[in-house]
């Protein structure tokens, strides 16, 4: 059985244009070299996204 990256030790942070109204943001935690991991901020506990190194750099390329 295959699992996904281990979560207990990842730092999760906010993008600098999320206010502080509590509206819709996301969380990432990319200090690993193996994953980028997505997650709702108002969920903490819920669903992650696993996403590959590039494929994060590619689609934050792509916003700006």
Not at 7 to 17: E, I, P, T, V
Not at 28 to 37: E, F, G, H, P, T
Not at 48 to 59: D, N
């Amino acid at each position: 059985m295959e699992t996904g990256p281990s979560l207990k030790n990842a730092r999760w942070r906010k993008s600098s244009y999320s206010g502080n109204t509590g509206g819709e943001c996301v969380e990432v935690a990319d200090d690993r070299r193996d994953a980028v991991l997505v997650r709702d901020s108002k969920n903490p506990t819920g669903p992650v996204l696993t996403l590959a190194p590039g494929a994060w750099r590619a689609f934050v390329d792509d916003l700006r």
